[in-house]
């Protein structure tokens, strides 16, 4: 077998003058060259792992190898022993466990994790730092996974002769059972993780076989656990219990909502139930009640763009519009414009449909259609409010934009949002709504697309090269790039293996100058705005996300899949 260090030398992972310092120290302390490297900062665990990778004939592991494992092989080696020695259980066949280790050369480690498993032992080899990140990982799911099983341990649930859950419920049976030590214990460990992970829903679904926990984090979902199929109404009722809703109907939609205080912070909750083929659908909405912490600066504009948006929001009167889908942070911005524009002078009033951040003298009206509170009759009582600036949290219909623009032109400084794709069809939409072209052209000073994308998880940030595909997409030629860093996420603990951690936003301004104004009042389509505020110096989003990728913040691959080629 060849020497370490010769090995080393031989694969370029080493200097000479380098391996000549670590042969030196060996001989003063006597420990393992390997070791010695280590310690003294000659070389990487990336180039040690894969040079006694080579030395011993042994197979390299890569984090991605370490993505899944068997979790019954896992289960064999405590979670201890794999903490102390750096070593997990990733497989078994038969009486052979495939177990990845930092020192395969270690034989008391070896020794002591043959005694344990009663096992042969088959070796691999990987970096410490991608160990330690899959040991962190599996054993925590499998945390997860035996706290479910704890909790739902000693349950009796209804269920008919054939295994089925029944439809004629005994609700006082049902009652006694929710209250449970076990049940409740299951469903506050599914919403305190959710707020541990920094998720804003909880979606818990029905499968044929079992009840399916999901969690979104950065706006995408991640599956987090499975419980039985018979826990299914036990779970859904507990939740119905703590949001007021009726448990008894299994039928119809129910809408509700629910408190939770933490030593750390304190969370409304919205849930949503709604009846599928397979049983009842349950979607948790985590709203943080603490102070809000956005700035227009923290949101993710370019300087130039700020610079725009702060221009209009200070403004006298007109109307302000951010449009996007649901979740791509329309009401964040909304708020943090407020927030920036707040001033003793102004008497600033919102109306909204939830209150999702609650700001200090700002006055905020939840609408509440079941008592006749709706947009339409809060906003025609909010003028004898004497405003100054008005939120208007969404125009939904003719009656909304009738007084939102009744606003606008009395003086009044309107914000407001609108379900549109980007900024030249949120004027499709405010027509299509029932707005007159004249006025839709003349009280819009402003309308700002965005989306929401995720960061790269700074933790496993690496470079790369993009796909020539990659390039023909973002319509960027490969030789202007050549010397421009590309990034994305490998992958890690922090950011659970999605190569993502945050979020940040993306902006189409479109300035309401005179040439896009005339276009509008001209009659032409979408395709005729969206060209003149182009030549007028509106950045598309897909724009937008090319910056954000030049910049090392966001993937090629993140801004491909949120933004299209308007072209």
């Known amino acids: 077998m060849e020497l370490l260090g010769e090995v080393l030398l031989k694969e370029k992972l080493i200097s000479n003058d380098k391996l000549e310092i670590g042969l030196k120290r060996q001989k003063e302390n006597g420990k393992r060259l390997g ?31 370490l993505m899944k494992v068997d979790k019954s092989a896992l289960e064999m080696i405590p979670e201890f022993f794999a903490r102390e020695y750096h070593c997990l259980a990733f497989g078994k066949e038969n009486d052979i466990l495939h177990v990845v280790t930092v020192d395969p050369e270690d034989i008391v480690v070896i020794d002591n994790l043959h005694k344990i498993t009663q096992s042969q032992i088959s070796l691999s080899i990987a970096p410490q730092l991608i160990i330690d990140e899959a040991i962190e990982r599996h054993y925590k799911e499998l945390r997860t996974t035996g706290e479910v099983s704890e909790a739902l341990s000693g349950m009796d649930f209804i269920v008919s002769a054939d295994g ?28 305190s993780e ?74 409304d909750v919205r849930v949503s139930v709604l009846p599928t083929v397979r049983g009842e659908k349950i979607v948790l909405r985590l709203l943080d009640k603490k102070g809000f912490e956005f700035t ?60 999702e951040y609650q700001i200090d003298r700002i006055n905020q009206v939840a609408t509440n259609d079941s008592i006749g509170l709706s947009f339409g009759t809060t906003l025609r009582h909010i003028l004898r409010q004497d405003p100054d600036k008005i939120l208007i949290g969404e125009i939904r219909d003719k009656e909304t934009s009738d007084i939102a623009i009744k606003f606008a032109l009395t003086g009044h400084l309107v ?36 989306r929401l994308v995720r960061t790269i998880c700074s933790a496993c940030k690496q470079e790369y090269k993009p796909a020539p595909e990659e390039f023909v997409a ?24 999605t190569g993502h951690f945050g979020r940040t936003a993306l902006f189409e301004l479109m300035e309401m100058k005179l040439g896009l104004r005339r276009v509008i009042f001209e009659g032409k389509n979408e395709d005729d705005i969206r060209l003149e505020a182009t030549r007028a110096g509106m950045l598309t989003l897909r724009d937008a996300g090319i910056r954000k990728v030049l910049a090392g913040k966001v993937s090629a691959e993140e801004v491909l899949k949120k933004t299209v080629d308007e072209d």
């Open 296 to 355: 227009l600066a923290n949101l993710g504009f370019e300087n130039d763009m700020l610079q725009i948006f702060r221009k209009w929001i200070t403004m006298p009167y007109g109307m302000i519009i951010v449009s996007g889908p649901t979740g791509c942070g329309k009401s964040t911005t909304l708020h943090a414009a407020l927030k920036a524009v707040q001033n003793e002078e102004d008497n600033i009033v919102t109306v909204e449909d939830p209150v």
């Open 35 to 65: 070791e010695v490297l280590l310690a003294e900062g000659l070389i990487t665990d990336e180039k040690l792992a894969l040079g006694l990778s080579r030395q011993l004939g042994i197979p390299l592991m890569t984090a991605e190898g």
């Open 164 to 191: 089925r859950e029944i439809d004629d419920i005994d609700v006082n049976q049902l009652k006694k059972e929710l209250d449970e030590a076990p049940i409740v214990k299951l469903v506050n460990l599914i919403i």
């Open 194 to 267: 959710a707020i541990k992970s920094r998720a804003t829903d909880i979606h818990i679904e029905p499968l044929f076989d079992a009840l399916l926990v999901r969690y979104r984090i950065d706006g995408a979902l991640q599956e987090i656990m499975t419980a039985p199929a018979k826990s299914a109404t036990a779970i859904i009722s507990r939740l119905k219990i703590m949001s007021n809703l009726n448990i008894a109907e299994r039928r119809l939609p129910q809408d509700g909502r629910i408190s939770i205080k933490t030593p750390e912070r304190e969370v």
């Open 415 to 450: 914000f407001t949002t609108l379900h549109a794709n980007d900024a030249p069809s949120t004027i499709t939409r405010m027509l299509d709504i029932g707005v007159p072209r004249y006025l839709a052209g003349s009280v819009t000073n402003l309308v700002m697309a965005q």
């Open 474 to 497: 973002l319509k960027m030629e490969p030789d202007k790039y050549q010397d421009v860093m590309f990034y994305k996420g490998r992958g890690c603990v922090r950011c659970r293996n």
